[in-house]
């Protein structure tokens, strides 16, 4: 391939879009978030900016989230969304790029067409598509192309997923579609339950990030939540403390705990036994919930490591596979 034609990766997550440019890098990493015209349809804001709108515009903008549990909920509204992030990557000139997308590995034939296609839409020449555990794993360093067994729980926006790997392929996989934005969902209603606020999305992701923990340790945080009160309708700050926010998200946490178990209890003997010994690796955003790494270990006996650079993962990942892009697209080829 010549110089001009960009070879690219995209991770296209429920949560964040990160385009990845062969010899350059990330050069995109964005809220995946489209802000709209209710009455015209028109796009007025893409990612960041359209994220800083949600919960504060006038009514006839609407932010929108086009990806929901890891595919596409609105096809228009993604194909837009991937258009304005590949225009901003600088990677369209008069060739086109060649991409390699990730998707869940959980997806239907459906749902990966709708992926393809949105991409070649959005410009691209040709596209492949990776598997989103193989590009985690690619990108945390796992071995993956050895005859051993490596365990990468990656846990994004909107799904889970779990996967066993080895000599090139997910030997087995679970993808729930509990994650992140689950997580912020059981915040708001532990809040309104229990405290009697109601609080927004955004509020409910802040508080997740400052104190969310999954294992009880000596430094507990506290928050003041500002929401507004749910008997007055008034506005009113609450200080929350750190075991309370544990208690409203242990259901989830409970339930991709039970993910890894039975991925690891539908691998092969000798393929668990080396995640035994080289243990779990974490990635994705939600690879952040304080002492998560250390609650898995303790109910896994399996010793569990975050990613050094959790959100990237699958970016970098599927930014290596490009260096397979030819075989790739030979085995994928829509076009
Ligand atoms: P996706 O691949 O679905 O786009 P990401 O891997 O980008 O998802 O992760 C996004 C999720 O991670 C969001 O739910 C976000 O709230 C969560 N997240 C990001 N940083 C943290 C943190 N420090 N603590 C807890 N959760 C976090
Ligand atoms: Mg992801």
Excluded at 17 to 39: F, L, M, N, Q
Aim: glycine residues 10%; negative net charge.
């Amino acid at each position: 391939m010549g110089l001009l034609t960009k070879d690219v990766a995209i991770d296209l997550g429920t949560a964040n879009t990160i385009i990845y440019v062969k010899g350059k890098g990330i050069v995109v990493r964005e809220p995946s978030v489209v802000a709209i015209d209710r009455y015209t349809g028109k796009v007025v804001a893409v990612g960041n900016e359209a994220n800083e709108m949600i919960g504060r515009t006038p009514e006839n903008i609407i932010a929108v989230r086009p990806m929901k549990d890891g595919v596409i909920a609105d096809f228009d509204i993604t194909q837009s969304m991937i258009k304005h992030f590949i225009r901003q990557a600088n990677v369209v000139n008069i060739f086109k790029p060649r991409v390699v997308v990730c998707i869940p590995s959980g997806i239907t034939e459906v749902e990966r067409r709708a992926v393809e296609e949105a991409v070649i839409q959005a410009g691209a020449k040709e596209v492949a598509l990776i598997e989103e555990p193989m590009a985690a794993a690619m990108g945390a360093g796992l071995p993956v192309d050895k005859a051993t067994g490596s365990m990468v729980v990656d846990i994004g926006g909107g799904t889970t997923e779990v996967a066993v790997l080895s000599m090139g392929g997910i030997v087995s996989s679970r993808s729930i579609r509990i994650a992140g934005d689950a997580l912020d969902s059981a915040i708001i209603n532990y809040l309104k339950k229990n405290i009697g606020i109601n609080v927004g999305d955004k509020m409910a992701e802040k508080i997740k990030m400052a104190i969310g923990s999954a294992y009880e340790d000596n430094e507990e945080g506290t928050y003041d939540v500002r929401g507004r009160d749910v008997s007055t309708g008034l506005p009113r700050t609450v200080q929350i403390r750190e075991s309370q926010i544990r208690e409203a998200i242990m259901e989830n946490i409970e339930e991709m705990i039970e993910a890894i178990k039975m991925t690891l209890e539908h691998t092969p003997p000798e393929l668990a036994a080396d995640v035994m010994e080289h243990g779990i690796t974490l990635t994705g955003g939600g690879a952040l919930i304080k002492g998560l790494d250390r609650l898995i270990a303790e109910v896994t006996k399996i010793p569990t490591t975050v990613a050094e650079y959790p959100l990237d993962c699958v970016a970098v990942g599927t930014g290596k596979s490009l260096d397979d892009i030819k075989s790739m697209l030979s085995k994928n080829r829509i076009r």
